[in-house]
């Protein structure tokens, strides 16, 4: 038998008088929760089917953006990204805020963003920005507004092309401007994103996000501008009373397989969804790009995948998803006869591109390979024409939803299959603003 010396009375009495004080200090510490991001992407050459929209290089700029985010805090902290940069990326100032109108802040919620304790920092090529965390209590589906200064000639590279927002790109250090005038010389607008890649909230232990990996459906192409009307938009007003953030990761022109007008989902899957705090279940509604874009304008010389290679495309993301305790819910691909009409992509839609989808649909279906199926083709399809859109939902191009049938698609959803059984629904989080 091993024999310790006694502890001398002082030093036992301490420790026995020690052990209450630290079981009652076991509240849960709170922890970090995406609600809200945007997948960055890399900026195009001039030469692109699309304009980028966003300058080739900042010069001594501010640029402003706000964002609609799900699940509110009493902190925040925001992500800039550098993913595709080639060169350091210099921030010199850089505020958060509640939206007001427009360009327009809450003056009493101005918050300076500090990196590292500093009032600027530099992003290193390839890499993203965490700011340190700031006091600021957002209400659930609260409007932020993030503004960042560029003091030395920036390149534009990374952007997320399809914000679906304006933003303001002003000259000079603007970061804690109450309005900037889209009149005002020098300022000029775009609906791309560049350099905001999320905004997370402290939330409790227990919070948990869906993210939603998709294409241009899930982007919100034809969304109205700056009303968040995209389908994941509406999911997250649904969502949000029960602590869920929604975070959509969608890239207008994403595909599963291949490059498009951003990575492939399977090379950005760790950084746009896995990686993000707080996700617990991806939806992936994808395919139709993998299936369409060859032979069209975006890829005349690329061929089609085929069913057994889109397949074991979706079979690797389940299980990578799974291999980190995140739940697959699978999507299937809605309807897209006569898509884009009158354009230089008016041969997407081919009868036998349609066959490989229907094809892609039933087993996304029958296959049990996701934990569950959102049937968007179903829910979508004109029963009159079910290779069509319904007229109601669609946006116009026989592609994309509209508003109407991205707040449908979002209104047919069981939210019991994207969250936890025992999550209870909270109250909503409100702001008080000190």
Same mark, same amino acid.
């Given at each position: 038998?091993?024999?310790? #010396?006694?502890?001398?009375?002082?030093?036992?009495?301490?420790?026995?008088?020690?052990?209450?004080?630290?079981?009652?200090?076991?509240?849960?510490?709170?922890?970090?929760?995406?609600?809200?991001?945007?997948?960055?992407?890399? &900026?195009?050459?001039?030469?692109?089917?699309?304009?980028?929209?966003? #300058?080739?290089?900042?010069?001594?700029?501010?640029?402003?953006? &706000?964002?609609?985010?799900?699940?509110?805090?009493?902190?925040?902290?925001?992500?800039?990204?550098?993913?595709? =940069?080639?060169?350091?990326?210099?921030?010199?100032?850089?505020?958060?805020?509640?939206?007001?109108?427009?360009?327009?802040?809450?003056?009493? @919620?101005?918050?300076?963003?500090?990196?590292?304790?500093?009032?600027?920092?530099?992003?290193?090529?390839?890499?993203?920005?965490?700011?340190?965390?700031?006091?600021? @209590?957002?209400?659930?589906?609260?409007?932020?507004? &993030?503004?960042?200064?560029?003091?030395?000639?920036?390149?534009? @590279?990374?952007?997320?092309?399809?914000?679906?927002?304006?933003?303001?790109?002003?000259?000079?250090?603007?970061?804690?401007?109450?309005?900037?005038?889209?009149? /005002? #010389? =020098? &300022?000029?607008?775009?609906?791309?994103?560049?350099?905001?890649?999320?905004?997370?909230?402290?939330?409790?232990?227990?919070?948990?996000?869906?993210?939603?990996?998709?294409?241009?459906?899930?982007?919100?192409?034809?969304?109205?501008?700056? /009303?968040?009307?995209?389908?994941? !938009?509406?999911?997250?007003?649904?969502?949000?009373?029960? =602590?869920?953030?929604?975070?959509?990761?969608?890239? @207008?022109?994403?595909?599963?397989?291949?490059?498009?007008?951003?990575?492939?989902?399977?090379?950005? $899957?760790?950084?746009?969804?896995?990686?993000?705090?707080?996700?617990?279940?991806?939806?992936?509604?994808?395919?139709?790009? !993998?299936?369409?874009?060859?032979?069209?304008? $975006?890829?005349?010389?690329?061929?089609?995948?085929?069913?057994?290679?889109?397949?074991?495309?979706?079979?690797?993301?389940?299980?990578?998803?799974?291999?980190?305790?995140?739940?697959?819910?699978?999507?299937?691909?809605?309807?897209?006869?006569?898509?884009?009409?009158?354009?230089?992509?008016?041969?997407?839609?081919?009868?036998?591109?349609?066959?490989?989808?229907?094809?892609?649909?039933?087993?996304?279906?029958?296959? =049990?390979? $996701?934990?569950?199926?959102?049937?968007?083709?179903?829910?979508?399809?004109?029963?009159?024409?079910?290779?069509?859109?319904?007229?109601?939902?669609?946006?116009?191009?026989?592609?994309?939803?509209?508003?109407?049938?991205?707040?449908?698609?979002?209104?047919?959803?069981?939210?019991?299959?994207?969250?936890?059984?025992? /999550?209870?629904?909270?109250?909503?989080?409100?702001?008080?603003?000190?």
């Amino acid at each position: 038998m091993h024999r310790y #010396p006694a502890l001398p009375a002082a030093l036992l009495a301490l420790a026995l008088n020690a052990a209450p004080a630290r079981a009652a200090d076991t509240a849960p510490t709170p922890a970090w929760l995406a609600s809200w991001t945007a997948s960055p992407q890399a &900026v195009w050459g001039a030469d692109f089917l699309f304009p980028s929209n966003v #300058p080739a290089v900042l010069r001594d700029q501010t640029v402003r953006q &706000v964002a609609r985010i799900s699940v509110g805090g009493p902190r925040v902290r925001i992500v800039l990204s550098n993913a595709y =940069g080639k060169v350091p990326l210099r921030i010199g100032a850089a505020t958060v805020a509640l939206a007001d109108s427009a360009s327009a802040i809450r003056p009493v @919620s101005l918050r300076t963003l500090t990196f590292a304790g500093m009032p600027s920092a530099t992003a290193a090529p390839g890499a993203p920005l965490v700011s340190d965390p700031v006091e600021l @209590s957002v209400p659930d589906l609260a409007r932020l507004t &993030v503004s960042v200064h560029l003091p030395q000639p920036s390149p534009a @590279s990374t952007f997320h092309w399809d914000g679906r927002e304006t933003a303001w790109i002003a000259p000079r250090d603007q970061t804690r401007a109450a309005r900037i005038d889209a009149a /005002q #010389p =020098g &300022v000029q607008t775009t609906t791309a994103r560049l350099l905001l890649s999320a905004i997370e909230v402290e939330a409790a232990p227990a919070a948990q996000a869906v993210a939603i990996l998709g294409d241009s459906i899930t982007d919100g192409a034809s969304a109205s501008l700056g /009303q968040d009307t995209r389908w994941p !938009d509406f999911l997250a007003a649904r969502l949000a009373p029960h =602590g869920v953030a929604v975070i959509n990761a969608g890239i @207008s022109g994403g595909r599963l397989l291949s490059d498009g007008m951003g990575e492939s989902a399977l090379a950005r $899957f760790e950084r746009d969804v896995l990686a993000q705090p707080g996700v617990r279940t991806v939806v992936v509604l994808l395919g139709i790009n !993998d299936i369409s874009w060859p032979g069209t304008a $975006f890829a005349p010389q690329e061929q089609r995948p085929t069913l057994e290679e889109l397949t074991a495309g979706y079979a690797r993301l389940v299980a990578r998803a799974r291999s980190r305790g995140v739940r697959v819910v699978g999507a299937t691909l809605t309807p897209f006869a006569g898509a884009l009409p009158g354009t230089p992509l008016d041969d997407y839609y081919q009868p036998d591109k349609d066959a490989l989808r229907q094809q892609l649909n039933a087993w996304i279906r029958a296959s =049990g390979t $996701f934990d569950a199926v959102l049937d968007f083709d179903a829910w979508t399809r004109d029963p009159e024409h079910p290779l069509r859109l319904l007229p109601a939902y669609d946006s116009g191009d026989r592609l994309h939803p509209g508003d109407a049938g991205n707040r449908a698609l979002a209104e047919k959803i069981d939210l019991s299959l994207l969250f936890d059984q025992d /999550q209870s629904p909270r109250p909503a989080y409100r702001a008080v603003l000190k």
